[in-house]
């Protein structure tokens, strides 16, 4: 296809592609939980209290989760969708921790070739979600060019459903799978050109749920230290 998918980089792991859209340029991997019970525990408790949370206003009143948004040490740019801009924060020491642990199950040894950035939602039960859309924000430029967001599921298991933007005839429109604590996933490719995704509401779910979605920032503002270093 010409560009190399993560799980095709893990030889020690098997990825399953529950979307391989070869004429779009579409792919999401799956890989469930290679962590033990005791590191998933651990983790969520790390980033459940170790994250500063907000919960901004949306247009139709607070968004139905929490959220943070974090970046690699001299990034300073916000993450802007729609009429909500989250503040950064510096990537704390757990975070570089979990990121040693998670990487190499993504093909990704090096740090100097991890994601810059990470996108972390706090779902509190079943009623917290996260509509349809696309991570489509300039930042990532996943609009223009191939890109990769890598995810990590902790906590009680969540329905996650892909959608097509526009299917042809006789085409499977919709994609779901149940992501549990430790499962990760992959959106890759021009996914956020074409398609949307959401985390829908599921009312007789107790419990919380966190997310992480790294990504690698490639347009930085015009006033980051980072994207000035990067000219």
Known sequence: VGMKLLGEQTPHVKWDYILSDD????????????????????FFEEIRDGTSWVQPEGRQGPIPRKTAWMVSPGCNCHYTYGNISVEPQ??????????QEVMPYCGINSQSEWPNSCNLN???????????????????Q??????????LSLGVTRKFELRTNWPEDGEKH????????????????????????????E?????????????????????????????
Not at 23 to 42: D, I, M, N, T
Not at 131 to 140: I, V, Y
Not at 142 to 148: A, L, V
Request: glycine share 8%; proline share 6%; charged share 25%.
């Open 90 to 99: 510096t990537y704390p020491q757990w975070m570089v921790q979990l990121m």
């Open 203 to 231: 009312e007789n779910i107790q419990g919380p749920r966190i997310n992480l979605t790294w990504r690698w920032t490639l347009k930085h503002r015009p006033t980051c230290p980072s994207g000035r270093r990067r000219r």
């Open 174 to 201: 919709l994609r779901r799978c149940s992501l549990k604590s430790g499962d990760l996933m992959t959106m890759e490719g021009m996914v956020q050109k074409h398609y949307q995704h959401r985390v829908p509401k």
């Open 122 to 140: 706090l779902y509190s039960d079943g009623g917290m979600s996260v509509g349809w859309h696309a991570d489509d924000e300039s930042l990532f």
């Open 23 to 42: 004429s779009r340029r579409c792919y999401a991997g799956y890989l469930p939980s290679p962590f033990s019970q005791e590191s998933k525990q651990a």
């Open 142 to 151: 996943g609009k223009f060019s191939d890109i990769y967001i890598i995810s």
